[in-house]
C-alpha cells in the first residue's frame, strides 16, 4: 500500500473534464516537497507530466493542470482526448525517507 | 536527444545474479542523480535505487538492501544495477530515469528492461 494514495481508476468522455487526487501525510507533501505527476499510455514507459506541484514540461498542453493543498495534490485534465488514456503516478518524497515516493497509479478511461 | 537506454534483463532463477546497464545519450550523466526504478506486472511503480552525481551517496528501498548495488561510470556515460539472491518478487521491468533535483522530478526515462526470476 502507498503512502500516497490515488482512486485506482477515474473515467470520462472525450471532451469532459477530470481529476486526480494524491493524499498524503505531514511527512511528505505536507511537509512542503515538491510533488511531481507522471503519464504511463499502455506497453509504454512513464513520461514526465508535471513538476514543481504546477510546472509543465515543454511540449505538454495546458488541458493539463496540476494544484497542492496541504498534504493533497491533484491533477486537472480537461478536453479529454482519447490519447489521454492510461495511468497516471503521482511522486514526492519524505521525511523519513531518502528516495523518492510513488502514488499507487491512477487508470484514466477515456470512454 | 536525450535518452536513456536499458539492458541486462532476463531470465534467471531464484537466488541468481544478473547485471542490469543504463547507458546514456544526448548528455552527460555526471550531472544528474540517477535512480532504478521497477514495475511488477500489473502494478504500480516502485523506486528501488538512487546514486548521487559522483557515486558518493547511494540509498536503496528496504526490500533490496544488502543484495542489490547501484554504480556508476561517468567516464563510460553509464548506471549499473547488481541484483544479487534474486527473489520472485524482484520480477519486474526495471527503469533507468534521471532526476533532475527534487524541484524537477525524473525528467528522461528508459523504456526499461525485463527482468523475470523463475525456477
Known amino acids: 500500500q502507498s503512502v500516497l494514495t490515488q482512486p485506482p481508476s477515474v473515467s470520462g468522455a472525450p471532451g469532459q473534464r477530470v481529476t486526480i487526487s494524491c493524499t498524503g501525510s505531514?511527512?511528505?507533501?505536507?511537509?512542503?516537497?515538491?510533488v511531481h505527476w507522471y503519464h504511463q499510455p499502455p506497453g509504454t514507459a512513464p513520461k514526465l507530466l508535471m513538476y514543481?506541484?504546477?510546472r509543465r514540461p515543454s511540449g505538454v498542453p495546458d488541458r493539463f493542470s496540476g494544484s497542492k493543498s496541504g498534504t493533497s495534490a491533484s491533477l486537472a485534465i480537461t478536453g479529454l482526448q482519447a490519447e489521454d488514456a492510461g495511468d497516471y503516478y503521482c511522486?514526492?518524497?519524505?521525511?523519513?525517507?531518502?528516495?523518492?515516493?510513488f502514488g499507487g497509479g491512477t487508470k484514466l478511461t477515456v470512454l | 536527444e536525450e535518452q536513456l537506454v536499458e539492458s541486462g534483463g532476463s531470465l534467471v532463477q531464484p537466488g541468481g545474479s544478473l547485471r542490469l546497464s543504463c547507458a546514456a545519450s544526448?548528455?552527460?550523466?555526471?550531472?544528474?542523480?540517477m535512480n532504478w526504478v521497477r514495475q511488477a506486472p500489473g502494478k504500480g511503480l516502485e523506486w528501488v535505487a538512487k546514486?548521487?552525481?559522483?557515486?558518493?551517496?547511494?540509498d536503496y528501498v528496504d526490500s533490496v538492501k544488502g543484495r542489490f548495488t547501484i554504480s556508476r561510470d561517468n567516464a563510460k556515460n553509464s548506471v549499473y544495477l547488481q541484483m544479487n539472491t534474486l527473489r520472485v518478487d524482484d520480477a519486474a521491468v526495471y527503469y533507468c530515469?534521471?532526476?533532475?533535483?527534487?524541484?524537477?522530478?525524473?525528467?528522461?526515462w528508459g523504456q526499461g528492461t525485463t527482468v523475470t526470476v523463475s525456477s
Open positions: 546514486i548521487k552525481q559522483d557515486g558518493s551517496e547511494k
Open positions: 511522486q514526492s518524497y519524505d521525511r523519513s525517507l531518502s528516495g523518492l515516493l
Open positions: 530515469a534521471r532526476e533532475r533535483s527534487r524541484r524537477y522530478g525524473i525528467d528522461v
Open positions: 505531514t511527512s511528505n507533501i505536507g511537509a512542503g516537497y515538491d
Open positions: 544526448g548528455f552527460s550523466l555526471s550531472y544528474y542523480w
Open positions: 514543481n506541484d504546477v
